[in-house]
């Protein structure tokens, strides 16, 4: 069975930092597509970041809005995929889920708010 389960959520203020976890087991990161979504209230669900499988060089993709703010990292050993974010803005305020292909995280609420 494999499960997602991630981490590390909260409020913060502007600026500020989090730094998002998700654990996961049944499943192999290093060989799949692996990542995070966002959903903000009213919106749909977007890509925030994914890490590409170790065959296909391990390749990151952010969306535009990251702008160089968060970093993905995957810890092939623990099997888990974490999301550093720094300098979060208001609009930064969403749910935040992991994915592993086709399977899904319950999400994270991520609240920036002064």
């Known amino acids: 069975q494999v499960q997602l389960v991630e981490s590390g959520g909260g409020l913060v203020q502007p600026g500020g930092s989090l730094r998002l976890s998700c654990a996961t087991s049944?499943?192999?990161?290093?060989?799949?597509?692996t990542g995070w979504y966002r959903q903000a209230p009213g919106k749909e669900r977007e890509l925030v970041a994914r890490?590409?499988?170790?065959?296909?060089?391990?390749?990151?993709d952010y969306a535009d809005f990251v702008e160089d703010r968060f970093t993905i990292a995957r810890d092939n050993l623990k099997n888990t995929v974490a999301l550093q974010m720094n300098n979060l803005k208001h609009e930064d305020t969403a749910i935040y889920y992991c994915?592993?292909?086709?399977?899904w995280g319950q999400g994270t609420q991520v609240t920036v708010s002064s």
């Open positions: 994915f592993s292909e086709d399977y």
């Open positions: 049944g499943i192999i990161v290093g060989v799949s597509n």
């Open positions: 890490v590409e499988p170790i065959r296909f060089g391990s390749k990151t």
